[in-house]
């Protein structure tokens, strides 16, 4: 048998292994999806109630990850539909539909009967026909407890300008699935990979299907040539030629009972179509190798068409699975794929314009005189940064950064100077997350929600920045966010909480103040001493898993993430430093 026989033969067996996968895990989660279907059908209950559109005012959106954030293709609107939230205890979805005015930077939210059921991880494609339709296809909705799965293969529009829901029953489309992608590409939406899990099993696609926005029927694509692995959560683009690019994503392998391997796919495919994107053309794969800068590999990362026939990717994590921890980097950075020179390259903020700078510079000149404006213009030394890195007992990778001070005539400074000058040098940006929403409108990037990891413990954000990709100046805070309130349950702690089946949004305050009252009562006493003969650096090595934790139960602006590690938490050095040198003192 020649070589094209055995891969013809190869590429079989590979077929009728994932077909047997794809029966086990369909046979294990039937038992688990009948369970949800019953809650499932409970919401949906609650929201048959619904007779009306009812549109009001109201606060930004409660905290959450793995919603859609779509731009309205004729106003300027973005739309939050779905998401999912864990307060520690118990796992929330939403869908709920908010829509954000960007001129008036306010929200509203738009109540409308007979929505699509409760969900996250599923995909929206906004297309422009009448007034606007919003697709949504898929995703997941998940027992309180998060340890059951039900996965969506049904599909929505959403008609803007009438604001009604409407499901639409089409057969032979893709089976449920959650972490797919799906973009509009001339009259027809295409959806690829996602993955199907149930509590011992699961199964990663890579297979492709067609939706017709004219005659409403779905078609499996079977296209030539040697397409991506199957994954999750990649970057899927269309050009306007009509072809689709496929970037990275996540998958994972089961390499013996109760251990899996994931893996960071970093390599990138052209889907491609011979003819006007009818249903009969052929469509073909083929292997992108793109020049320029590349992003580190990541998942969780969020995707957006921008201007100029590019793509962008921001933020998501680099997780390094060992044995019994996991180490994690989340990133805020953005990188661009320019689709027409098959090119990757970082995207570097330019800062503000100095102009401002200048003209506050020579107002101070008028009334202090040239001494004044020579000594402004001088860069003031600013605080030193002492990095140093440990691993948590958990194995989390933490960054302690101590910050060393300035010399003192900086702090001789007039406050309001202080003000605008830290205005001018600190840059203002989303902290580092992943499976955070995006959209972009009139060339404009939004970034609403996502996550990041500190240890066990969860924070799903509920901020929004936007940047001007034509600028690429500043990020601009739209929705600020204190991650320090949000409520977190430990899991030893009792179940004494109510089914609350809108969301976790209550007892915040309670916390913050219990946490503060514990601060109180401990004193100094709770700190460890310092014993005789020791050295400052030993101190300071001793004590340092002590601080790690001291760190995580004071979260606050000063212990806020920097950039680039999860666990990079500025945790009062100099308070460590202080206590040593106050019980030396003692001594």
Not at 179 to 201: P, T, Y
Not at 218 to 226: E, Q
Not at 229 to 253: D, H, L, N
Not at 479 to 508: C, F, I, N, R
Request: charged fraction near 30%.
């Amino acid at each position: 048998m020649g070589k094209k026989g055995k891969r013809e033969k190869k590429g079989k067996g590979a077929e009728k292994t994932a077909a047997k996968m794809e029966k086990k895990v369909s046979r294990r989660a039937k038992k688990e999806e009948e369970d949800l279907e019953a809650l499932i059908a409970e919401f949906q209950s609650l929201d048959a109630k619904k007779t009306q559109v009812i549109e009001s005012s109201c606060p930004p959106p409660s905290p959450r990850l793995n919603g859609s954030l779509s731009a309205h293709p004729e106003k300027d609107e973005l739309i939050l539909f779905g998401g999912e939230y864990f307060n520690g205890q118990k796992t929330y979805l939403y869908n709920e539909l908010y829509v954000y005015n960007i001129r008036k930077n306010s929200w509203s939210k738009v109540e409308i009967p007979n929505p699509p059921p409760r969900r996250c991880a599923h995909q929206a494609a906004v297309v422009p026909t009448a007034g606007g339709q919003l697709w949504v296809f898929g995703g997941e909705f998940a027992s309180p407890n998060g340890e059951q799965f039900y996965h969506y293969k049904d599909l929505w529009v959403l008609h803007l300008a009438t604001k009604t829901w409407e499901q639409i029953k089409a057969s032979g489309g893709p089976s449920g699935r959650s972490g797919h992608r799906m973009v509009a590409c001339k009259r027809q939406l295409i959806v690829f990979g996602g993955f199907h899990e149930s509590a011992r099993d699961y199964i990663y696609y890579n297979d492709v299907y067609a939706f017709n926005l004219d005659s409403f029927t779905w078609s499996k694509l079977v296209p030539s040539g040697i397409g991506p692995a199957p994954r999750s959560g990649c970057q899927m683009a269309t050009t306007p030629e009509g072809s689709i690019i496929i970037y990275g994503g996540y998958s994972k392998q089961r390499i013996k009972k109760d251990v899996d391997k994931g893996t960071l796919h970093t390599d990138m495919f052209l889907l491609k179509t011979e003819g006007a994107g009818k249903e009969e053309d052929k469509w073909a794969w083929s292997r992108l190798n793109p020049s320029g800068v590349k992003p580190t590999p990541r998942s969780g990362f969020s995707v957006a068409i921008g201007p100029n026939n590019r793509s962008l990717l921001f933020g998501g994590v680099h997780d390094e699975e060992e044995e019994e921890s996991i180490e994690g980097d989340f990133f805020n950075d953005i990188y661009f794929y320019d689709m027409g020179k098959n090119r990757w390259f970082p995207g570097q903020l330019k800062g503000p314009k100095s102009e401002k700078r200048k003209r506050r510079r020579g107002r101070q000149a008028e009334a202090e005189g040239d001494e004044d404006e020579d000594t402004e213009n001088q860069h003031p030394q600013g605080p030193v940064e002492i990095v140093k890195e440990v691993v948590a007992e958990d194995g989390t990778v933490m960054t302690i950064k101590q910050v060393i001070s300035g010399p003192a005539e900086e702090k001789e400074r007039s406050e309001s100077e202080e003000e605008e000058d830290g205005a001018l040098s600190q840059q203002v940006e989303p902290c580092p997350r992943s499976n955070a929403m995006l959209a972009v409108k009139h060339g404009i990037l939004y970034v609403y929600g996502g996550m990041f990891e500190v240890g066990d413990r969860q924070f799903t954000l509920s901020d929004l920045y936007s940047v001007d990709l034509h600028k690429m100046e500043e990020w601009k805070v739209l929705v600020e966010m204190d991650p320090k309130a949000q409520e977190w349950l430990e899991e030893s702690e009792s179940d004494e909480e109510e089914d609350d089946t809108e969301g976790a949004e209550g007892g915040e305050e309670e916390e913050e103040s219990s946490e503060e009252e514990s601060e109180d009562e401990g004193g100094e006493e709770q700190h460890p001493s310092v014993q005789p003969d020791e050295k400052h650096e030993d101190y300071l090595s001793r004590t340092e898993q002590y601080w790690i934790k001291l760190a995580r139960s004071n979260m606050g602006p000063d212990a806020k993430e920097k950039k680039g590690h999860v666990g990079s938490w500025n945790i009062h050095p100099a308070l460590q430093s202080a206590k040593y040198y106050m019980l030396r003192a003692q001594a």
